[in-house]
T-cell receptor
Framework: QQPVQSPQAVILREGEDAVINCSSS?????VHWYRQKHGEAPVFLMI?????EQMRHEKISASFNEKKQQSSLYLTASQLSYSGTYFC???????????FGKGTKLSVIP | GAGVSQSPSNKVTEKGKDVELRCDPI?????LYWYRQSLGQGLEFLIY????????KSGLPSDRFSAERTGGSVSTLTIQRTQQEDSAVYLC??????????????FGAGSRLTVL
């Protein structure tokens, strides 16, 4: 079942912060975050594992609330290079398959 | 290879024709995935292969779509009797196939299919 992301799109000025949310109606074992820049392939950012620690990639961090079946991506002091579409992906139990949300388009402007 | 390689990068075809899209995964990656991304849309799962296990075909949208993976390496996605709604970017990804959920996908650059 496809996770739900919010917001669908956000525009930030350089230096501003943003939060992207990902929620699921089914139990989550892990949450994966990928970023896709315009015209490029998606690139792995981080994985949040059940019972694991909050992860960080540069000034991007993420949390995973197993009880609420949701994850949040925190972009701090955004840079122009953060622009792109962010996807969260969730696997099934014991499954390799990742089902992705519809994505959140982030635009950072000067 | 160093990354996931896909060919062709662009394919324009006429409605009703068959097309084949190729994916060459990272050497040693046992899992291979196909996703479809329509313009401005998300990543729609199509199929994945893991080692010698039967592929998970649950995402294939119709019986016009099929895929095979030869020798546990190169994969070909075939679309028969293409329709205009098949127009999209077809992305291939591979991974080490770790069952723990810590399974990192590396995507290829994609094959952009346009059906006229």
């Amino acid at each position: 079942q496809q996770p739900v992301q919010s917001p669908q799109a956000v525009i930030l000025r350089e230096g501003e912060d943003a939060v992207i949310n990902c929620s699921s109606s089914k139990a989550l074992y892990s949450v994966h975050w990928y970023r896709q820049k315009h015209g490029e392939a998606p690139v792995f950012l981080m994985i949040l594992l059940k019972g694991g620690e909050q992860m960080r990639h540069e000034k991007i961090s993420a949390s995973f609330n197993e009880k609420k079946q949701q994850s949040s991506l925190y972009l701090t002091a955004s840079q122009l290079s953060y622009s792109g579409t962010y996807f969260c992906g969730t696997p099934g139990a014991g499954s390799y398959q990742l089902t992705f949300g519809k994505g959140t388009k982030l635009s950072v402007i000067p | 290879g160093a990354g996931v390689s896909q060919s062709p990068s662009n394919k324009v075809t006429e409605k009703g024709k068959d097309v084949e899209l190729r994916c060459d995964p990272i050497s040693g990656h046992t899992a291979l995935y196909w996703y479809r991304q329509s313009l401005g849309q998300g990543l729609e799962f199509l199929i994945y292969f893991q080692g010698n296990s039967a592929p998970d075909k649950s995402g294939l949208p119709s019986d016009r779509f099929s895929a095979e993976r030869t020798g546990g390496s190169v994969s070909t996605l075939t679309i028969q009797r293409t329709q205009q709604e098949d127009s999209a970017v077809y992305l291939c990804a591979s991974s080490r196939g770790i069952r723990s959920g810590a399974n990192v996908l590396t995507f290829g650059a994609g094959s952009r299919l346009t059906v006229l």
